[in-house]
C-alpha cells in the first residue's frame, strides 16, 4: 500500500511553455501533499505545501505565480510550471501524507525529471 | 528554521560498515528519518527515530540522541547496490513536510 505516481516521469519542452506535472495517491487519501525540486547532485527542496481543498504554502523563494499548485482531491495534487525557462530544468519529486494514520511518514512518487530547452 | 549537517562523500569497500552522521536544529522535533536516493531515483524511506536510541532494521541500524541533536545511520554488510545517497530529515512540526540534510553519497567498491 501507500503508492503514490507521479506523471509524466519525464518531459522536454522549450522556453515559454507550460508544463502540468500530477501527483496521484493511488490507495489512500492524501490529505496532504508535497512538492520538492532536486537539482543534480543536490539535495531535496521544499517548493510548497498542499492540503486538498486549501491555497498552497509556497516556501520562501518559491514564486507562486510560476509554480501553480492544485489539490482538487484526495487523491490528486498537480504542480504547473508556467512559461518555463532553462534554470527550471530539474528533477520535481511530490509526496503525499494519508491524515492521521501515518502522521510522521511520507510517501514519495517516483519523480519528474523536466528539461526546458 | 531547521538545518542539518552530514558528510558530504563516504567511500567503503564491500563487506565493510560504514556510519553516516547527522547533526541537526530545529525549532521543534519530530522524528529523525533516514532515506536512500539511487541515481535518477526517488527517495526510498530507510528508517525514522523518534526516540533516543538504536533502531535496527537488518542490514541498516539508525541512532538518535535528542540531546545531542545528534543521529546516524549504521549501514553493515555493505554491498555494492548500497552505493546510493543518503539523506537523513527531520520534521519541526506535527504533519508538517520533511527536510532534507545535503545528502551523503557512498561509494561501496569491491
Known amino acids: 500500500g501507500a503508492v503514490v505516481s507521479q506523471h509524466p516521469s519525464w518531459v522536454i519542452c522549450k522556453s515559454g511553455t507550460s508544463v502540468k506535472i500530477e501527483c496521484r495517491s493511488l490507495?489512500?487519501?492524501?490529505?496532504?501533499m508535497f512538492w520538492y525540486r532536486q537539482f543534480p547532485k543536490q539535495s531535496l527542496m521544499l517548493m510548497a505545501t498542499?492540503?486538498?481543498?486549501?491555497?498552497?504554502?509556497?516556501e520562501q523563494g518559491v514564486e507562486k505565480d510560476k509554480f501553480l499548485i492544485n489539490h482538487a482531491s484526495l487523491t490528486l495534487s498537480t504542480l504547473t510550471v508556467t512559461s518555463a525557462h532553462p534554470e527550471d530544468s530539474s528533477f520535481y519529486i511530490c509526496?503525499?501524507?494519508?491524515?492521521?494514520?501515518?502522521?510522521?511518514?511520507?510517501?514519495f512518487g517516483p519523480g519528474t525529471r523536466l528539461t526546458v530547452l | 528554521g531547521q538545518s542539518l549537517e552530514q558528510p558530504s562523500e563516504v567511500t567503503a569497500v564491500e563487506g565493510a560498515i560504514v556510519q553516516i552522521n547527522c547533526t541537526y536544529q530545529t525549532s521543534g522535533f519530530y522524528g529523525l528519518s533516514w532515506y536512500q536516493q539511487h541515481d535518477g531515483g526517488a527517495p526510498t524511506f530507510l528508517s525514522y527515530n523518534a526516540l533516543d536510541g538504536l533502531e535496527e532494521t537488518g542490514r541498516f541500524s539508525s541512532f538518535l540522541s535528542r540531546s545531542d541533536s545528534y543521529g546516524y545511520l549504521l549501514l553493515q554488510e555493505l554491498q555494492m547496490k548500497d552505493s546510493a545517497s543518503y539523506f537523513c530529515?527531520?520534521?519541526?512540526?506535527?504533519?508538517?513536510?520533511?527536510?532534507f540534510g545535503k545528502g551523503t553519497t557512498l561509494s561501496v567498491s569491491s
Open positions: 490507495d489512500f487519501q492524501a490529505t496532504t
Open positions: 509526496s503525499a501524507r494519508e491524515g492521521a494514520r501515518s502522521y510522521n511518514e511520507q510517501f
Open positions: 530529515a527531520v520534521r519541526d512540526g506535527a504533519g508538517t513536510a520533511l527536510i
Open positions: 498542499s492540503n486538498e481543498g486549501s491555497k498552497a504554502t509556497y
